[in-house]
T-cell receptor, first 111, second 111 residues
């Protein structure tokens, strides 16, 4: 069966510090991968998605970036965090055209 | 731009009664998903609706899709406390399964 992991689970960072969040998927090959952010406990905003190694599509302009160095690894990064980057970050995977399955999430607080 | 609307944002339900919540969307799609989110947790997939007239049932929840009306309904039968959560609908567009989420409806079941 497939599983998706995210770490860390929680993170408190000062404004201006760098960020690296990691997501890995087990039990499948060549998944589509997604990063979402959920602010203030409400709707989800798609940040990035990837259909293959090194292929990243950005959905919104921001100071975040994503990379996919391996087939089942997806990384979300920032060089300098802003207060507005606080939120709940969710990674998801899917087979093409099929429902997305979400990881446990990382709660980021920027102070 | 695809818009997904869920109303109301919060619904207080009385235990034992039936309720229906709605999700409507602005452009053509034949794939709609319902997710559940408990406070502080990630999203759990509830239903996958892939065609016009699709109906899925799980326990006290039943979801349906009308692609011509661009509307999905989630019917709750005899509400119980365990159903208290936030319910999101999401509409898929494109071959890459990008999802656009509604803002979610928070259901609270009271005795």
């Amino acid at each position: 069966s497939q599983t998706i992991h995210q770490w860390p689970a929680t993170l408190v960072q000062p404004v201006g510090s760098p960020l690296s969040l990691e997501c890995t998927v087990e039990g499948t090959s060549n998944p589509n991968l997604y990063w979402y952010r959920q602010a203030a406990g409400r709707g989800l905003q798609l940040l990035f998605y990837s259909v293959g190694i090194g292929q990243i599509s950005s959905e919104v302009p921001q100071n975040l970036s994503a990379s996919r160095p391996q087939d089942r690894q997806f990384i979300l990064s920032s060089k300098k965090l802003l207060l507005s980057d606080s939120g709940f970050y969710l990674c998801a995977w899917s087979a093409p055209g099929v429902e997305q399955f979400f990881g446990p999430g990382t709660r980021l607080t920027v102070l | 731009e695809l818009k997904v609307e869920q109303n109301p944002l919060f619904l207080s339900m009385q235990e034992g009664k039936n309720y229906t919540i709605y999700c409507n969307y602005s452009t053509t799609s034949d794939r709609l998903y319902w997710y559940r989110q408990d406070p502080g947790k990630s999203l759990e997939s509830l239903f996958v609706l892939l065609s016009n007239g699709a109906v899925k049932q799980e326990g006290r929840l039943m979801a349906s899709l009308d692609t011509k009306a661009r509307l999905s309904t989630l019917h709750i039968t005899a509400a119980v406390h365990d159903l208290s959560a936030t319910y999101f609908c999401a509409v898929a567009t494109g071959a890459n399964s990008k999802l656009t989420f509604g803002k979610g409806i928070t259901l609270s079941v009271r005795p």
